[in-house]
T-cell receptor, first 112, second 116 residues
Framework: DARVTQTPRHKVTEMGQEVTMRCQPI?????VFWYRQTMMQGLELLAY????????DSGMPKDRFSAEMPDATLATLKIQPSEPRDSAVYFC??????????FGPGTRLTVT | AQTVTQSQPEMSVQEAETVTLSCTYD???????LFWYKQPPSRQMILVIR??????QNATENRFSVNFQKAAKSFSLKISDSQLGDAAMYFC?????????????FGKGTKLSVIP
């Protein structure tokens, strides 16, 4: 049963600290998405990769967020420095095509 | 910009009964996809059902079916024989590839409670 995996599942950190979230897409999927879910804004796209190349990261605050795919089995989302307003659930999704996205279990981030 | 509206923030259904969740969307595209995702308390986003706009036949997946009304831009989800495990947030989502777009646009969600 192929699934998207994300680590950590929960992260509590203090303001100003660096946070790294990891995602392992389903083997063979060539599209990867990062979404953020908050009560106020709902689900928002942060970044999108196809064949490991970043095609859009316009949803991310550029000064503190960065997303990379070091290889086909790993996508990372980093926040440096973190702020309380970054508290949210961060989802990674992958797919063979953009119109079919399978989500991971999410990372719940709390920044105090 | 495309928008997705779920007008029912919360709904409830008796176990074994049928419930319908509403979704409307706004688009000027003719070729697009619609989805229903389920998010239980575990937070996992689970793809429930997918509908291609060019297909007139409504999609079904076991106890889940949709009523797709393209002209009305309506995409409702029907859950038959509701089970306790169906309790979750349900999100309607839209996708089209027009203008280089690739992201899912989500509604705000409907919280479904199942009463034993």
């Amino acid at each position: 049963d192929a699934r998207v995996t994300q680590t950590p599942r929960h992260k509590v950190t203090e303001m100003g600290q660096e946070v790294t979230m990891r995602c392992q897409p389903i083997l063979g999927h060539n599209t990867v998405f990062w979404y953020r879910q908050t009560m106020m804004q709902g689900l928002e796209l942060l970044a999108y990769f196809r064949n490991r190349a970043p095609l859009d990261d316009s949803g991310m605050p550029k000064d503190r967020f960065s997303a990379e795919m070091p290889d086909a089995t790993l996508a990372t989302l980093k926040i440096q420095p973190s702020e309380p307003r970054d508290s949210a659930v961060y989802f990674c999704a992958s797919g063979l095509v953009e119109n079919e996205q399978y989500f991971g279990p999410g990372t719940r981030l709390t920044v105090t | 910009a495309q928008t997705v509206t779920q007008s029912q923030p919360e709904m409830s259904v008796q176990e074994a009964e049928t419930v319908t969740l509403s979704c409307t969307y706004d688009t000027s595209e003719s070729d697009y996809y619609l989805f229903w995702y389920k998010q239980p308390p575990s937070r996992q986003m689970i793809l429930v059902i997918r509908q291609e706009a060019y297909k007139q036949q409504n999609a079904t997946e076991n106890r889940f079916s949709v009523n797709f009304q393209k002209a009305a831009k309506s995409f409702s989800l029907k859950i038959s024989d509701s089970q306790l495990g169906d309790a979750a947030m349900y999100f309607c989502a839209y996708y089209d590839s027009g203008a280089g777009s690739y992201q899912l646009t989500f509604g705000k969600g409907t919280k479904l409670s199942v009463i034993p």
